[in-house]
């Protein structure tokens, strides 16, 4: 069920629940097969040496240009408008527990908005949907976020992919234990999935960034809040696994105003005025690492992703800016499994 946004945002209410049956008709996603009608993204041989080029732009704001900076972003890493002419397109933000007085948790509306533009504008069927992670009243999640407001504003609906209807996929990476994951419709449905993190720093794991935003695809009503279910699988394991199982997906990262410290939610506002682009999220996250001062291949997970995609930066292009030119090493928290993760001398030089 696709959840219509209303204005002003309605006083909090439990959303419906009554559509959380599992779909009969099971989409399956083995090795090199997508959903029915997706984009084909097959899990290539040569991942660790096929080129994946990643944008970078600087000195961006929220009340910039953003639209023509995602155009151009996306058109320099190679992306085909034609390929999503009449194709259902879900962008996914980061809406893990938003505050209003905390915006640095959590993707601008303004981002959202920007991707609107640029997707319908190539005539895609464009929809959000996000399941937060922390918080089972949407309504509320859509309030305190912003996204709300600026959704009805540009008459787009919101999935709220914590109570939809459920489609069971196969666990194409098998890193984990689990034999598949339930995706809600619109994510099952979507022929190409945008990821649209909030840059940040990761108590567990180092970082969160274009991968590990698409825990937010995995309903509440299944996996729980927050999603313990994948926590106890493995954090790693399950980041790869979800990105191996779900349909075509690139990354467009909120890095304007990132989060350092104890992120992913209780970090300090760190402000980078950057953008970030790929059609490759595994390419994204590594060149995001170094852009932070970390060394993507001690990151767990991209240690896993190396399957789909390139950590190594000769096989990484750059588009727009260098990652060296704009790299900031953030703060992260002084314990041994994170401090293992810096880059010597703080940012990776090779």
């Not at 918080?135 to 999640?141: E, F, G, K, L």
């Not at 274009?210 to 937010?216: D, S, V």
């Amino acid at each position: 069920m696709n959840v219509e946004v209303t204005t002003p945002c309605p006083a909090p209410c439990q959303a419906d629940q009554s559509s959380s049956k599992l779909d009969r008709r099971a989409l399956l996603i083995g090795a090199g097969v997508a959903t029915a009608g997706a984009i084909a993204y097959p899990l290539v041989r040569d991942a660790l040496t096929a080129q994946r080029p990643v944008f970078l732009a600087r000195n961006q704001r929220y009340d910039g240009p953003l639209a023509r900076t995602i155009r151009d972003g996306l058109l320099a890493v190679g992306f085909e408008p034609a390929t999503i002419r009449g194709r259902k397109v879900l962008l996914k933000p980061n809406m893990v527990e938003p505050a209003h007085d905390r915006p640095h948790m959590t993707t601008n509306p303004a981002m959202v908005l920007a991707a609107i533009e640029v997707f319908r504008g190539w005539g895609a069927e464009v929809a959000v949907g996000e399941a937060p992670g922390h918080v089972r009243d949407t309504q509320m999640a859509l309030c305190e976020s912003g996204l709300g407001p600026a959704l009805d504003a540009a008459k787009i609906e919101f999935a709220d992919l914590n109570y939809q209807d459920l489609s069971w996929v196969a666990n194409a990476g098998r890193a984990s234990r689990l034999a598949g994951f339930a995706f809600p419709a619109s994510v099952a449905q979507a022929d190409l999935i945008v990821s649209m993190p909030k840059l940040k720093t990761h108590h567990w794991v180092g970082m969160t960034a274009a991968m590990k935003n698409l825990y937010g695809v995995l309903p509440g009503i299944k996996y729980g809040w927050p999603k313990n279910v994948l926590h106890h699988a493995g954090i790693p394991e399950t980041v790869f696994d979800i990105n191996a199982s779900l349909p075509k997906t690139i990354a467009i990262v909120d890095g304007i105003v990132c989060m350092e410290g104890d992120g992913p939610i209780l970090g300090s506002a760190k402000p980078m005025g950057l953008i970030a682009i790929g059609l490759n999220p595994t390419a994204v996250d590594a060149t995001c690492a170094r852009v932070i001062g970390l060394d993507p291949r001690r990151i767990s997970y991209l240690k896993l992703a190396k399957r789909l995609g390139p950590l190594d930066e000769r096989y990484i292009p750059e588009r727009g800016e260098s990652w060296q030119s704009v790299a900031s090493p953030f703060t992260i928290l002084n314990v041994p499994h994170l401090q293992e993760l810096r880059a010597k001398s703080g940012v990776l030089t090779s």
